[in-house]
């Protein structure tokens, strides 16, 4: 008889086959039982191929136009049954035994909605690697960044199904809404202070190609919870964009 999945892991993906397969292994690796659904949105590349060498370890999978990302990550975990659930996009990739720790911190407080650890950030055109700014939750804190990091978070499936999962109207920073909704609803998420996954950092990433779209959406969510947008957002955001745009030109060149 089977051993029940602890976590149901959603993969959205769109031509990156060239990373796939090493995401796919990062979950397969995992030391706890987990279920892994692929929604690839109709992929030109080699991603079938992958996805199909992976096919009789996969909970599911297919693969034709969809509604983005969110709409993409939402059917996928309505699909599972295990009681964590999360996502990972198909360029990153979890460390070996994340979904242990992470199971373990949710088991350890049982109010919390989610747990998240530290990521490391894997810049393609250099091979440089460096962490993501995660740090322990905080209200104040989260308003003025981004402070849990997507790819290291699993979240309480009933959590995630109170708040209704991702907004599916967000492009950019639909991870930055989730935080603050399951925030607002539940309580403080819980920081482990250990790597649990690693990011990719490459050219096509949304986040390196609409960076304007990105704050103004992260802008919006925080006067939505916070209130109000402190100072920082207003005084970075035209720096952030013109910096990262260079960055891409010359990467490009």
């Known amino acids: 008889m089977a051993t029940a999945a602890v976590a149901t892991i959603a993969i959205p993906s769109y031509n990156q086959g060239r990373f796939l397969e090493q995401t796919l292994t990062s979950l397969f690796e995992q030391e706890l039982p987990i279920e892994v659904i692929v929604a690839d949105a109709g992929s030109t590349d080699n991603s079938l191929q992958v996805i199909e060498r992976f096919a009789d370890r996969l909970a599911g999978w297919r693969s034709h136009p969809d509604d983005g990302q969110a709409a993409a990550i939402n059917e996928s975990i309505a699909r599972g049954r295990a009681p964590y659930v999360g996502w990972l996009n198909s360029d990153d990739r979890l460390m070996p035994g994340a979904i242990a720790r992470l199971v373990a911190a949710l088991e350890q407080h049982p109010d919390a909605p989610a747990a998240y650890g530290k990521v490391w950030n894997y810049v393609e055109a250099t091979g440089a690697q460096k962490p993501v700014w995660v740090e322990p939750f905080d209200e104040r804190r989260l308003a003025l960044r981004c402070i849990v990091s997507q790819p290291g978070t699993l979240i309480r499936r009933s959590a995630w199904e109170t708040t209704g999962g991702l907004d599916q109207t967000l492009h950019m920073a639909l991870d ?47 006067r939505k919870y916070h209130g109000h947008v402190p100072l920082k957002w207003w005084l970075l955001q035209p720096y952030a964009v013109w910096w990262r745009a260079a960055a891409n030109k010359l990467h490009s060149a």
């Open 176 to 222: 930055y809404d989730l935080w603050w909704r399951l925030y607002k609803s539940f309580g403080p998420l819980i920081f482990v202070d250990d790597f649990v996954a690693m990011n990719r950092d490459h050219a096509d990433t949304k986040t390196n190609t609409r960076r304007a779209l990105h704050y103004r959406e992260a802008m919006r969510i925080v």
